[in-house]
Structure formats: structure tokens, C-alpha cells
């Protein structure tokens, strides 16, 4: 069997190779040529995989080492005897954290507390769910927003767009990217959106960079529509819009689900679908270790709960070192993304010093206690 395995995702090199024989490249380098004489591909995001590259090749299984598959023609995979496969779920943990962080940052910066505020989140599936698990373990309101699942489950517990638009102090998006029919996300939040918020909510996108339009977001931005804005998925990237870059409270290149817990993950499932749809019988699949924090033990200083538990979840990351790069030098969003440093989610850490009164709280959000 031959693989071609984009050359930057992790806790590959020396198991892939249990399948077949392997080729690693960068994924910006899966040209037509390239992916021409494989069985399977091993990918991210960044390619689009299409006729144009597909046509005439032997691939028969694409794994996509990501939760979303709108860089796979599935219509054109399908009606031609191609497999694919995503790894659903696979950083639903990492994108949490990223957005927990990030929404201690802007209450740090604009003086809030969090438990005061109401959050909607459009798109409650693996990663919606694990937003709304940590924002309700933090006080905040939480209004779910998911059409397809309201339809599919005649829940209650669902509102609509426009509830959003009236009662959140922040919105945040985890939908896939949906360019046609019902339920469609393309440019979700357009300028009529913008131009019906209530509250000038901030705003959070890390789900795919075109449910925003990133055009209308600016605007928003100019009119103070919105009070804010984190940014990891961008319209056209890595070409993104800089004006656009340096508006926006933290602006990350497309990294929140990086972490290299989730990163794992998705190895793992996609070796595990190789493993599936050719029936190789390779259970269990012995994967490398995840790398260690330098130092996984936080001490945490004398303070109030809302100030310790902000410092353990910073200590585990901190999106702003993130986003002082991007936005100091937005020519290497695609370096940035390719040589992004080690990340832990909080099970790698233990945490020290804690105040009693919030050691259930840390513990649920994930942290290991002393």
C-alpha cells in the first residue's frame, strides 16, 4: 500500500509505516502528480482534494486528520469510489481550552466577569458541547443554537438565530462550513446579522473562516456593532485580511484545535480508519507518546478563586503569545501553523495552592489537583 502523508502532522513518522510504504510532504505540496500513484492520503486542511488532483490517481481512502471536510469534494469522492474519512471530535478539548482562555483574556481586558455574561453558541456538536460544558462550570448563561439537531431531536432546549442576536454578550461559531441547502453556513454572520445584534457581543470564530463574513465583520468592528472579536479561521487564508487582523482583540492562526492531545487524537483515528476500511486487523495500533510540559506542576498564588483559576488556565495556555506573533508578522500564517510549539490540554497538568472553594470546578474542567 502506498500513503502519502502530509508532512506536518504529528505522531506519524515510524507508525504510518506499520500500512505501507509512506511519503511525507508538506500539505501545500499535494499537487496532482504527487497524489497520482497512492492508495491512501493522510491530510489537513490545507489542500482542497478535487478533480483537479484526484482525477485518474489510484487513491481509494482520504483520512483527514481534522474534524471538518469542506477541503474534500465528497460528491466528487463519492461518485468516483473514493473514501473518506474525518476524525470527529478529535480536538473538541483543545478548542475549549482555546476559547475558555480566550474569554478570560477579554474579561480581563474589559473589565467583566464572566458569570455576569451570556453566551450563544452556534453549532452544538462535539465542540459546541465541550463549550457549553466549560462556560456553564464558569456561571455564564448558556444559549444553545443548533437547527439541524433542534429538527432531528425536537429539543426544547434549542433557540433560534435571532434570541441570539438579542440576548448574548458573546457569540461563538462551531459549525462545519455549509455553502448550499436548509441549513447553510455560509456567511452565517453577514451584515444583516451584524447590523440586528442588541447587545455588541463579542465574537468568536474558530469553526471555518467563510461562516463569517469576514468583510462584514470589519465593518462591525468600525461601527462598534460588536464590542470585539477573537478570530483563529479566516476567509482566504493563510492570505487574510490584515486590516481585519489588527482590529480584532486576539486573532490566532487557525490553531485552537492544535493542541497535542488533539493532534493525537487524530492521528490516531485516522490510522484507526486505514486500519477500518482495508481490514488490516492492527489492533491495537501502537502510537507514540504524547510529549510532556517542560514542567506540568502550577503553583498557583494567594488570590481570589476568579484570579487562580484564570492563572492555571493560562498557565496551560495563553492565547495572546498566539496572537502578538500573528499580528507583528501575518506573512507567516502558514509557518505558524506548521511549526506550532507544544500544547497540553489541562490533564497534563496538576495543579497546587488551590483555594478550596473552586477545587471542583478545576477538577471538571480537567486539571489534575494536588
Known sequence: ????ADAHIPY???VAE???????LPGNKFTKEAVKENDVLIVRTVTHFDEKILDGSNVKLICSATIGYDHIDTNYC???????RTAPGCNARSVEQYVTASLMRMAQKHNFQLKDKTIGIVGVGNVGKEIARACALLGMKVLLNDPPRQESENADYFVDLVTLQKEADIITFHTPLIRRGLHATYHLADTTFFSNLTKKPIIINSSRGAVVDNQALKHALKNENVSGAIIDTWENEPNIDIELLQLVDIATPH??????DG?????????QNINNFFQLGKDPIALLPIVEPQNSIIHLTDCNDDEQLRQAVLYSYDPLRDSDLLKE??????YFRSHYPLRREYKAYKVKNLNNEIR????????NLE
Open 1 to 4: 500500500m502506498k500513503i502519502l
Open 12 to 14: 506519524l513518522k515510524g
Open 18 to 24: 506499520e500500512f505501507g510504504e509512506v511519503k511525507y
Open 78 to 84: 463519492d461518485n468516483n469510489n473514493i473514501a473518506w
Open 255 to 260: 490553531i485552537a484545535g492544535y493542541s497535542a
Open 263 to 271: 493532534k493525537w487524537n487524530a492521528t490516531r483515528m485516522s490510522l
Open 329 to 334: 508578522h501575518p506573512e507567516k500564517f502558514y
Open 360 to 367: 471542583t470546578l478545576a477538577k471538571e474542567l480537567g486539571f
